[in-house]
Nanobody
Framework: QVQLVESGGGLVQAGGSLRLSCAASGRTFSRYTMGWFRQAPGKEREFVAAITWSGGNTYYADSVKGRFTISRDNAKNTVYLQMNKLKPEDTAVYYC???????????WGQGTQVTVSS
């Protein structure tokens, strides 16, 4: 069973940066497409970024394109989300997710809080 554990969240001023990490258990991490999602208070969870198993393809929501970068280190079973030029509207709980058994994201971490002050 794959488990995902996020870290790196916190409080930062607008314009600042944070790097989120998602550590995965299991020996087959390198096979999975990984994604980051976020959920702000009172809003639905939304897609942020995704990266294919080899890291060769990345995808971003329009709202973060040019500011956020997703990457992975398969040797460390870890996926990262580098967030630059943060805005107050980026405030949310950020979740890491994996496509384990299908093209759907079916494995989720517990989330890490990111708060951006104005």
């Amino acid at each position: 069973q794959v488990q995902l554990v996020e870290s790196g969240g916190g409080l930062v001023q607008a314009g600042g940066s944070l790097r989120l990490s998602c550590a995965a258990s299991g020996r087959t991490f390198s096979r999975y497409t990984m994604g980051w999602f976020r959920q702000a208070p009172g809003k639905e969870r939304e897609f942020v970024a995704a990266i294919t198993w080899s890291g060769g393809n990345t995808y971003y929501a329009d709202s973060v394109k040019g500011r956020f970068t997703i990457s992975r280190d398969n040797a460390k079973n870890t996926v990262y989300l580098q967030m630059n030029k943060l805005k107050p509207e980026d405030t949310a709980v950020y979740y890491c997710a994996a496509q384990i058994h299908s093209a759907e994201y079916d494995c989720w971490g517990q989330g890490t809080q990111v708060t951006v002050s104005s």
